[in-house]
Structures are given as structure tokens and as C-alpha cells.
């Protein structure tokens, strides 16, 4: 099923890809656990191996790429999956140019895999007005809001400069989720989610996916996904796809939510920094204090789960530097600008009132 763009995107969350089944016109896609399907004849069938295609993860792959008005979606068992398969279609040679505080994982598998087979990297700060990227660079990789710094990226402006370079930008569009931004629309080849994080929402589920409205782009990865095979089960696609039908309403929540803590927390003497980019749920600050201080302030809180990852209904907090960016080399930490008593909140769902209440736990007990 491809994207009816008349329709709002809490209807497509509900609705794309995701017409009642055909056989019992059970509303919800069951999750066809399967690895094989019968043939009625030897080498013609309409299913054929759950590592080609499976009908659960088709109907998520459908849903995502109608939300992020792309033609064609695919899942992968996680984001880096999603993304190690993405960089699989460039060659020994090839060079990209990659925003210079991408999730650490990201960093870490560009620098410490992928440039073993040959692929150069460079690294700038991609919202930056002033970015060049050369002519004959293959891929621009773009996170924006980035992470854990929280810096937008004009994606239009960088859509035209990678067009003109001869580079497809792809864009990491996990923490904007398209409720709140569409790559595709502002120029990009291809966007990737971590589907771990806000558009599974719900915390019980590892997933990645790519879409693109490339026909040649979209070919080519699909022949990926099958021959590397880094494919979800159907069950987590089923959970997927469940938690994508609240999206709209969570989002509106966490932005609801982050917006009021990052003005609370403005309000401070004892908080220097805070980044907040006005939109979803991720909100990041600089505790006036030592890494002790900030040590004592994440282990403070109740409802905020220390604990990576990010975009559930429920809230966590961590501190990057030891954490989700202790791959980052310290030298280049420094450089970003990512302290010690750097303190990044996912903002969930519950009331606003506790959530204010257990931050003030923490500032008494990190600081009182
Ligand atoms: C979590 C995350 C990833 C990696 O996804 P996994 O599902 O953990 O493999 C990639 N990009 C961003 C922005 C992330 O937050």
C-alpha cells in the first residue's frame, strides 16, 4: 500500500499499510510466525521465506513509509542494522561526510567497522549556515536535533548542497520522528529510525528501518536486507506496529512535558546550560558541579530511570560522557562540547507535576 498523503498522519499511523486481514477481516495484522510459506508449485509462490518477506513486517514497513511520506520502507532487527545496510551500498573509496555528534553507536560503527572496508569519514558540524561538502562525496549523514547536544540542521539547505556535490543525504530522523519533521519532503534520499526509540515508544523493542522514495535506492537495499539478513521477527513488528498507532498523541505529550521542564530548568541558578530544540521529548543540561555532582543527581531521581536509550512513555535520564558517548573519544567530547555535567532527560508521558517534583529530588540531593 502506498502513502495516501491527503490523509493526517495520526490516520496513517493507524491505518497505512494495515487494511484488515483477508482471510478473517481481523482488524489488527496478525503476527505471522513463520519462517516458510507452502508453494503450489515448486518456485512459484506469492511468500516465499520470512527472511525475504514476512506479511507482519511488511505492514510495519508500509506504515513507516507512509508516515514519513516515502514509497518504500524496510525493517531491520535494529537502528544500526538499518544503518550498517545503508552503508553497505557505498564501495571501498567512497567518502562521507557525517555530522560531528551522531549517536555513538553510529560513530562507532563508521570508524571502527565501516572504515575498515575502505570508506573515508569526515566529521563537521552539519548546522553549521557556512557547511561545505565537497564536490564527489558519495553520502552526507545528517542527525538533527542531534544527540546529545540537541542541534537542528537546516535539512533543506543540506539537501541542496549534497544534490549538488553528487552525495544522497540520509537522514537519522529519530529524535524528530515525522510528526515533527519529513526528510524526504525537504530534499533527503533516505531517512533511518531507530524504531527502538519514539516510534515503537513503549521500551520492549529493538528495530530499525529505512525509507526512500529512490526506486533504484529502494531495489538495492532490499536486495540487502535479504542477503545480510539483519531482519526483525514478526512479533517485535507486531509490537511495532501497536505502538505506532499512539504516536501522534505520545508526541504531542512528550513535547507537552519537555517544554515545560526545559523552562523550568532555565529558571535555575543551578543549571548553566539547557538545550531544548522546542519540539519531542529529549531535553539536555549542564549541572553547575563536578562529574560527582552529577553522578549524585541521575542517581537521585525515582521516576526518571537511569537507564539508556530514550523516546518511551516513561522518562529516563543519563549522563553521556560515562554512558551513551563514553565510545567518543574523550579529546573529541571536549571539542563538542559534551561536559561531564552533561545531563540528557528523555522526557515521558506521566503527569508533569512528578516529573518536576523528582528533578527537584535530584537538585537537593546532587547540590543541597
Ligand atoms: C538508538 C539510536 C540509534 C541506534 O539504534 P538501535 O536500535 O539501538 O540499534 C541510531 N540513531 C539514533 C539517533 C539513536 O538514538
Known sequence: MSADKSQGLSTRAIHAGQAPEAVTGAVMTP????ST???PHPGAWAWEYSRTHNPTRTALQD???ALEGGT???SFSSGLAAIDTLLRTLSPGDRVICGDDVYGGTYRLFTKVCARFGVHFDFVDLSRPEVVIPAGTKLVWCES???PLLKTTDLAAVAAKARAAGAMLVVDNTFATPIYQRPLELGATAVVHSTTKYLNGHSDVVGGVIVTSDDALAEQLAFLQNAVGAVPGPWDCFLTLRGLKTLAVRMQRHTDNATAIAAWLSARPDVA???FPGF???VSFDLRGDLDA????VKATRIFTLAESLGGVESLIELPAIMTHASVPPEIRAELGIADGLIRLSCGIEDLADLKADLERAFAAALG
Open 31 to 34: 503476527v505471522f510466525q513463520t
Open 280 to 282: 519531542s521529548g529529549m
Open 145 to 147: 536535533p542531534t544527540n
Open 273 to 275: 546550560k539547557v538545550r
Open 72 to 74: 518504500r520502507g524496510l
Open 37 to 39: 510459506y507452502a508453494q
Open 294 to 297: 552529577a553522578v549524585r543527581f
Open 63 to 65: 506504515c513507516i513509509a
